[in-house]
T-cell receptor, first 113, second 114 residues
Framework: GENVEQHPSTLSVQEGDSAVIKCTYS??????FPWYKQELGKRPQLIID?????GEKKDQRIAVTLNKTAKHFSLHITETQPEDSAVYFC????????????FGAGTILRVKS | DVKVTQSSRYLVKRTGEKVFLECVQD?????MFWYRQDPGLGLRLIYF???????EKGDIPEGYSVSREKKERFSLILESASTNQTSMYLC?????????????FGPGTRLTVL
């Protein structure tokens, strides 16, 4: 089955700096890659996603890149702010299988002001 | 606004007890999921359901069962709770194949088994 590895497990950055979180997946049939953000004590929420027919997607300060050949995708956050502090999860799925997601272990991002 | 609710935020049970966790969604979603969340392990899928009375095992189904008698409700059952089932349990729902693929999560139930 699919296996998703996520790095780093914790990341501390200074406010205003960029943050990059990387994930690799094992199943070449996976074609949908979402990122979820979970603030302390709250439920995970989708922040951005990408499908395998696209190499990059941006939404304001966040972007996701996908390298299908290397089976690797990354989340980029620019101009980080204290409210970006949270746990971030990447995930992968074979879209036609009813959105069954396999999640990475998560990255704790701390933005220091 | 999509609402996914779970029956309890916190639950304390004793080893060997039968435990029921309930999840209800109000957006007519076909697919529903139960995950457990443990530090350093991310969200791991226990069971999911893509229709009423239909269920499929996820990655860690041992020690759990589920029930989906109505479209809006998905229950997770711990037949005989054990201490290693102490965890945060999250329910989620989604309509597959649409433009919006977001899985909407409930607030979670923190279960402690003593």
């Amino acid at each position: 089955g699919e296996n998703v590895e996520q790095h780093p497990s914790t990341l501390s950055v200074q406010e205003g700096d960029s943050a990059v979180i990387k994930c690799t997946y094992s199943d070449s049939a996976s074609n949908y890659f979402p990122w979820y953000k979970q603030e302390l004590g709250k439920r995970p929420q989708l922040i951005i996603d990408i499908r395998s027919n696209v190499g990059e997607k941006k939404d304001q300060r966040i972007a996701v890149t996908l390298n299908k050949t290397a089976k690797h995708f990354s989340l980029h956050i620019t101009e980080t702010q204290p409210e970006d502090s949270a746990v971030y999860f990447c995930a992968a799925s074979i879209y036609q299988y009813g959105n069954k997601l396999v999640f990475g272990a998560g990255t704790i991002l701390r933005v220091k002001s | 606004d999509v609402k996914v609710t779970q029956s309890s935020r916190y639950l304390v049970k004793r080893t060997g007890e039968k435990v029921f966790l309930e999840c209800v969604q109000d957006m007519d979603h076909e697919n529903m999921f139960w995950y457990r969340q443990d530090p350093g392990l991310g969200l791991r899928l226990i069971y999911f359901s893509y229709d009423v009375k239909m269920k499929e095992k996820g990655d860690i189904p041992e020690g759990y069962s589920v029930s989906r008698e109505k479209k809006e409700r998905f229950s997770l059952i711990l037949e005989s709770a054990s201490t290693n089932q102490t965890s945060m349990y999250l329910c989620a729902s989604v309509t597959p194949g649409g433009l919006n693929n977001e899985q909407f999560f409930g607030p979670g139930t923190r279960l402690t088994v003593l």
